[in-house]
Structure formats: C-alpha cells, structure tokens
C-alpha cells in the first residue's frame, strides 16, 4: 500500500504565497505521474499540475504562470509553489500518484484557503 501525506494547506492573503508538500511512502513501485488536484466547495475535483518522472510538466490553465510543481525523485516527495494566489485558488488540495502500473493513489488532501 501506497502512502501519501500532504503538507503546507492554511490560510493566505490574496497575492501571497504557499508551499504545499506531498512524501510518498509505502510499497512504492516505479512512479510514472505525481501531481496536484484540487476540489472548491460545490465543484468537481480538477487538475492543477502533474510532473512525469522525467521531469515533463503540465498545469491548468488558470495557474500557469503562478504556480510551479517540482519534484524529489530520490525521497518520493511533489512540490507546488503557488504565487500570486486568487480567491478563487481557495480549495482541498489533493496529491496523486499513479505508478507505472497505474495504480492510483490518493492523499487526504490539505485545506489552501486566500481570503483577506
């Protein structure tokens, strides 16, 4: 079993920043995609950003810009660097992981909230 743990949710002013953190534990095959969703109150969950273990990144449109997905090979561990944040930014952000199997895991999700 596949093991995910975010970090860095809270609460931030419009035009701030925030670091989110997602380790990755457990019985950890070859990991093909990680990235970042995010679900609002009343919407459906969406993509923000995704990284392929070669490095390859994607990002929704309403980020690209402010937001940067990184990636630590060597400890498991995805990033989200997200500058610049807007309201509408206020969501659970949720970390996934697909292996090269496509096993999907999912973390519990964090909480990013920007209000002034």
């Known amino acids: 079993q596949v093991q995910l743990v975010e970090s860095g949710g809270g609460l931030v002013q419009p035009g701030g920043s925030l670091r989110l953190s997602c380790a990755a534990s457990g019985s950890i095959r070859s990991i093909n995609v990680m990235g970042w969703y995010r679900q609002a109150p009343g919407k459906e969950r969406e993509l923000v950003a995704t990284i392929r273990s070669i490095g390859r990144t994607n990002y929704a449109d309403s980020v690209k810009g402010r937001f940067t997905i990184s990636r630590d090979n060597a400890n498991n561990t995805v990033y989200l660097q997200m500058n610049s944040l807007k309201a509408e930014d206020t969501a659970v952000y949720y970390c996934?992981?697909?292996?090269?199997?496509?096993?999907?895991?999912w973390g519990q999700g964090t909480q990013v909230t920007v209000s002034s």
């Open positions: 996934n992981l697909v292996d090269a199997w496509a096993n999907d895991y």
